[in-house]
């Protein structure tokens, strides 16, 4: 099974709000089964699909319970507030203290087109919002506070301009 590239942080793909499935066939099965090898390879709690190049509406998480898949979601419910420590594989080695509501309501299909709909408190809940943002083209630094998002783009930009041992080890 192949291992994709993840996409990182200047990639125009990673800025496209990803379309919806309208038929989860053989492709898509294995879509999600090569998004979580690449998942776990690179390792992350979660990985969606436009991470990979692909403008799919589709993520894959593993917050220790087993692999999941969820196509076409959405959030119709959020609540509360909760801060933790948020890093993304397309913004490689980088992280920040982010609020975002603490639990949330997602609905959407499994891969056999099952409806699913799941409540997501903390970790759960980060991971489901994350790789929603992911699917409309919306990356962690656009969750930042203003001045966290200032330094951040002067590290990436830094980065982009050298040949760091870092920088290389994610392309
Ligand atoms: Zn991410």
Same mark, same amino acid.
């Given at each position: 099974?192949?291992?994709? &590239? ?20 053989? #492709? ?34 593993? =917050? ?5 898949? =969820? ?30 509501? #603490?639990?949330?309501?997602? =609905? ?8 699913? &709909? ?27 506070? #203003? ?19 870092? &920088?290389?080890?994610?392309?």
């Amino acid at each position: 099974m192949a291992i994709f &590239s993840i996409r990182v942080f200047g990639d125009p793909v990673l800025r496209q709000r990803a379309a919806e499935i309208e038929e989860i066939d053989a #492709k898509i099965v294995r879509l999600s089964e090569e998004m979580i090898e690449t998942m776990y390879a690179a390792p992350g709690v979660g990985l969606a699909a436009p991470q990979v190049g692909i403008e799919r509406r589709i993520f894959v998480y593993d =917050v220790g319970e087993g692999p999941m898949t =969820v196509i076409n979601p959405e959030i119709v419910e959020s609540r509360g507030e909760w801060e933790y420590e948020e890093g993304c594989l397309s913004v490689p080695d980088l992280h920040w203290l982010i609020v975002r509501p #603490k639990e949330v309501h997602l =609905v959407g299909h499994d891969l056999q087109g099952n409806e699913i &709909s799941i409540e997501g408190d903390e970790l759960l809940g980060r991971v489901f919002q994350h790789e929603l943002d992911h699917l409309d083209g919306i990356l962690l630094l656009e969750r930042l506070e #203003k001045d966290q998002r200032k330094q951040a783009m002067r590290v990436l930009r830094a980065r982009a301009f050298s040949n760091s041992p870092e &920088s290389s080890l994610h392309a």
